[in-house]
Structure formats: C-alpha cells, structure tokens
C-alpha cells in the first residue's frame, strides 16, 4: 500500500507511522512524500524518527550501535532517519532525558533554520529570473516560496518545543519572546515592498520608486540588526 | 572543565560509570539500568549522543573495533574523563555533606 503525505512535523509523522503499525502497515521504504507500507502483525513495530549528522546517510557507529540494541534503519531521507523496533523487545524512545531532547530540537531547529536561509536566495534567484521574462521563475518562485514560510513555522514550531523542555528541565518559566517576531515580521515587510516594487518598477517613476525601494531596504536591514542582537 | 561541561547529566554520570570498564552500547544500557533499580533506562538516541560527544571531549575512546570476527564496539574512560567524574563526585559530595545541614535542624 503506497500512500501519499507531506509532514514537515516528525512528531506528528511518528505517531502517524505508529498508528499505520497498529491497524497492521509497516512502512517499509519512503520517497519524496510516498510512503510505502508492508502489511504486519497489528502493532507488531514502534517507529521513531531521528536526524542524523549527514544527508542520506549514517556513520558505521550509528548503525552499529542500533542494530546491537535491535534497532532496525528503515529509511534514510535526507537527513532523517526513521528507526524501528519491535514492539516484543520492549519499549522505544530515541531520547530518554530532556537534555538530549533538548539538544536533538536544536538540531532539527539547525537543519530547517539551514533550509530556509538556502530557500530563500532560490526564491530571489527565481523572482530575478520571473522579472526578466521566464514565467518558470514565477512558478519555482511561488513554490519555493511556500517551502520558505514552511521551514519559517517548523522552526517557529521547533523554538516552542525547545522553550518547553528548557521550562521543563529549569523550572522556570521562559519569558515570551517578542522580539523575534517583530523582527521577522519587519523583515518580511521589506522583502514584499521590495518585491512588489521589483514587479511594477517599470511603469512607475522614479520618483516614487527610489523612496519607496530606500523604505524597503531599511526594513531589512533593521528586521536583520534586531535578528541578531535577540541572537548574541 | 567549561562551564557547559559541569555539572554532569544522569546519563554521562552513569555512562562514564559503565565505561570504567570497557563496556559497549547494550552493556552500558543494562549496567545503567541495574544500578538504578530500572529509574535510568538510557534510549539508543541518548546513548548514541552521549558516546559522540564524551569522544570528542575525549573522555571516553574506542577500546576495541574487532570488525572480522564481529565483536562489538566496545568503550572506555580515559584519564580525562576520570578527571570530570571526580570532579562531579565533588559536586555530589558537597550536596550530601550539606544537606545534613537539614538533619541538625530538626535535632
């Protein structure tokens, strides 16, 4: 049984996997979005998802030391790594105190915070090209476009995760962070002026435009100055 | 030590104490989860990041790599790594000691 689905969410994908494994379906293999399932014993595997160090791969340590704790490599996925074990052999959680936790969101934080950085010079590329007349840029603009503002919430997403382990493991309540959000959401102001201004330079005068394009980068710059002071 | 090193977690105290002798990954899972009456069960993922890093801080090494016959890959603690367990234990000491502090105030 193939089935089709899209998770930028590997919580949410592990107790999807789980709850397969329980009606009987093992995931046998993974390819961009298609996930192919084995009928099995009804919750004969429990599935957990892992982020390793490397694309599509793992270190002979790595998988030495799963496949002596019974733990089976299922799929290799860019970065991810979907783990099993039987459910016979006892329980299975990757993480088992809150400092590895901690630590394994911060990867995943590094690893989408990566993505989107990289996302985002595509998308400028592909609205350069869109400008100078290929409708694919457009296209690859809009498409990549979405993949940024997905990689943006995962790790917006991530950050909470790791601010309610950190409460978890100190105590203490995190204070809410503000700052972030407005720098970001300055940021994106500029990059859409910026853009929208991009788009219909050519039938407006200059007059207009420089101002307007002098605006834009100015939320940029302050959107990126307010990023890295919350950063240090 | 930095400061990001000390104190220990649960996992790297325990992990450091399984591997006074050299011991590989199920091993050290097990001795763990004796010594604590089943409170510690250590996940393969923790585990698995505990060995890298305690690695490259090099207080722990690879003891044996025997890949012809299979064996498995075994670890043990190094000098350094002695030295952050004593320096721990310290840490514990002084808790112990201290919290008999409470004991005499109820005297």
Known sequence: MIRFKLYYDKDKETVWLNKMASEGWALKNYFAGFYKFEPCEKGEYIYQIDLGDTLYSVSDEYRELMGELDVEIVVLWGYWIILRKRAADGPFELYTDVDSEIEHYRKIRRMFKGAAIIELLALFMELFGGLTGNDFGWVFALLIGIFVIVCVNAVFRTNEVIARLEEQKSGIEAEKKGGNTLALIITAIGLLTNSCMLLVEESISPIISYPVHIFAIIMMAVGIVLTVKKEN | ?107
């Open chain 2, 1 to 107: 030590m930095s400061e990001k090193e000390m104190p220990l977690t649960e996992a790297f105290f325990y992990i450091l104490l399984a591997l006074r002798k050299p011991n590989h990954g199920y091993g050290v899972i097990q001795e763990v989860e004796q010594l604590t009456n089943g409170r510690v069960v250590l996940g393969p993922g923790t585990l698995y990041g505990a060995l890298q890093t305690m690695q490259k801080r090099d207080w722990i090494r690879i003891y044996s790599q025997d890949t012809e016959s299979r064996k498995k890959k075994e670890y043990i603690i190094t000098e350094l790594g002695k030295t952050a367990f004593e320096a721990e234990k310290s840490r514990l000491e002084e808790l112990l000691s201290n919290a008999k502090l409470m004991e005499e105030g109820e005297a």
